[in-house]
């Protein structure tokens, strides 16, 4: 059976960094999209970061741009979430999603709480 785990999310300061980490289970994700959401408290979730796997490349939302960088680890099947000068509004509980392309998923994790201070 297929699984997303997500890990590596904490508390920091404003200007700090963290990296999340999805590993995969029970199935390739080089041969999947994987993309990364995330859910503030009383906003609605959305999409933060991705990769494709048919060569199509990165995304990113514009909030994130420059900040931001995910990357795969295809021989260890995990998937990573870079963050860098984190502010107070990222704050959000973060979710990885795998599946045959953007916006089609199969799975998700169960999410990882990100809190930056001010």
């Known amino acids: 059976q297929a699984h997303l785990v997500e890990s590596g999310g904490g508390l920091v300061q404003a200007g700090g960094s963290l990296r999340l980490s999805c590993a995969a289970s029970?199935?390739?994700?080089?041969?999947?999209?994987m993309d990364w959401f995330r859910q503030a408290p009383g906003k609605e979730r959305e999409h933060v970061a991705g990769?494709?796997?048919?060569?199509?490349?990165?995304r990113y939302a514009e909030s994130v741009q420059g900040r931001f960088h995910c990357s795969k680890d295809n021989a260890n099947n995990i998937f990573y979430l870079h963050m860098n000068f984190l502010k107070p509004e990222d704050t959000a509980v973060y979710y990885c999603?795998?599946?045959?392309?953007?916006?089609?998923?199969?799975?998700w994790g169960q999410g990882t709480q990100v809190t930056v201070s001010a």
């Open positions: 990769l494709s796997w048919r060569g199509s490349g990165s």
């Open positions: 029970g199935f390739d994700i080089s041969k999947s999209d």
């Open positions: 999603a795998a599946g045959p392309q953007y916006n089609v998923y199969d799975l």
